[in-house]
C-alpha cells in the first residue's frame, strides 16, 4: 500500500543567493561555519531541505570554486546530516563552471532555471531599476539541456524553477523528450524578480494547470511575495522555500534574525493549513529524489 504524503508539506530553505549581502541582514551567511550553523537551525525549525549558493568567504561574493562549494557542503553535513543539500546550477560566468558542482557532487537536488530573462533589482513603488539595470540571466535551451542530461547521469533531481509562464512552457516542450528528465517533475515556482510574474493566485492558478499531472510543486518569492506564495501553497497542497536568499525580513516588516526564523513561520503555517511538516524521508518520497 502507497503511503499517503498528500497532507505533508515540505519546507526548504535557500539561506543565500547571488545577491544578498550581510550589508542588508548581517545574518546572511559566508563561511562555511556560518552555512552550517544556520543550516542547524533551520532543521531543527523544521526545514528538510537547504539550497546553497557558497560565497567566496573573504569577499562575500557568490563563488563557482568547487573547493568552497565542498566546504560549505562538509559543514552542513557536519552540523546537520539528516538535511538534503540542493546546490544551484546558476553560478559561473561559463556553462562549464555551472554544470561543474552537480558532475562533482552529486546532490539529492538542484536547482535548473527554465529560461533566459532580464534580471534587475528595483523599487516597486517608483518604478525605477536601481541595481543590474542591464542584467540577463541567461539559460539558454542548450544551458537547459545539458544541466538536465548531468543531473540525470547524477542522479540529482531537477529543480525546475519557474519564472515566468515562458519558461514552463521551455521545459513542457523540452518534457515531450522521453529520456531527458525523470518523471514526475518537481517545479519551484518563483514568484517578484524584475524580470519575472509577481505573485498573484491568477498566475498560481495558471501554472498549476499546465503542468503534468504528478508532478510536485513549491513556491518561493522576492520580498512580501514569500509570504503571499506560502500562504497560498499551504492551502493549495504545495510546498514553501523561505530564507534570506529571497526575503530579508518577517512579515511584520523587521529583519528576520535568520532564515530559520522564516523557516518557523512556515512551519506555523503548515500547522494552520493543518497540515503537518515533512521529514527529510518523506520529502525523499513526495520530491521523487533519484537516490
Not at 23 to 41: C, S
Not at 141 to 167: H, R, S, W
Not at 186 to 194: A, C, I, K
Not at 261 to 285: H, S, Y
Request: hydrophobic residues 40%.
Amino acid at each position: 500500500m502507497t503511503e499517503d504524503l498528500s497532507n505533508k508539506l515540505v519546507i526548504s530553505v535557500a539561506l543565500v543567493g547571488s545577491a544578498t549581502t550581510k550589508e542588508q541582514n548581517p545574518a546572511v551567511p559566508y563561511t562555511p561555519e556560518e552555512f552550517g550553523v544556520e543550516a542547524k537551525k533551520c532543521f531543527d525549525a523544521g526545514a528538510s531541505t537547504v539550497h546553497i549558493h557558497a560565497r567566496d568567504k573573504k569577499t562575500g561574493w557568490p563563488t563557482p570554486d568547487l573547493d568552497q562549494i565542498k566546504a560549505v557542503i562538509d559543514n552542513i553535513n557536519e552540523k546537520a546530516p539528516e538535511i538534503i543539500i540542493n546546490i544551484t546550477s546558476s553560478v559561473g560566468i561559463t556553462l562549464e563552471q555551472r554544470v561543474a558542482p552537480t558532475q562533482t557532487f552529486k546532490p539529492l537536488i538542484a536547482s535548473l532555471n527554465t529560461n533566459s530573462m532580464n534580471f534587475s533589482i528595483g523599487d516597486f513603488k517608483t518604478g525605477k531599476v536601481v541595481a543590474n539595470a542591464d542584467g540577463v540571466f541567461r539559460n539558454t535551451f542548450l544551458t537547459i539541456q545539458t544541466l538536465a542530461e548531468a543531473m540525470k547521469k547524477a542522479k540529482t533531481k531537477p529543480e525546475l524553477e519557474v519564472y515566468d509562464f515562458g519558461g514552463l512552457y521551455n521545459i513542457l516542450f523540452l518534457n515531450k523528450q522521453e529520456d531527458l528528465f525523470e518523471k514526475p517533475l518537481h517545479f519551484q515556482f518563483v514568484f517578484g524578480t524584475l524580470g519575472g510574474v509577481p505573485f498573484s493566485y491568477q498566475s498560481l492558478a495558471g501554472f498549476l494547470n499546465l503542468i503534468p499531472s504528478g508532478s510536485s510543486w513549491s513556491v518561493c518569492g522576492v520580498a512580501k511575495d514569500q509570504f503571499r506564495a506560502g500562504l497560498c501553497a499551504a492551502a493549495m497542497g504545495g510546498h514553501i522555500r523561505v530564507g534570506l536568499e529571497d526575503n530579508i525580513r518577517v512579515p511584520s516588516g523587521r529583519l528576520a534574525k535568520g532564515s530559520w526564523e522564516q523557516v518557523e513561520w512556515a512551519a506555523k503555517v503548515a500547522k494552520l493549513a493543518g497540515r503537518e511538516v515533512a521529514t527529510p524521508d518523506e520529502t525523499r518520497k513526495i520530491f521523487n529524489l533519484l537516490q
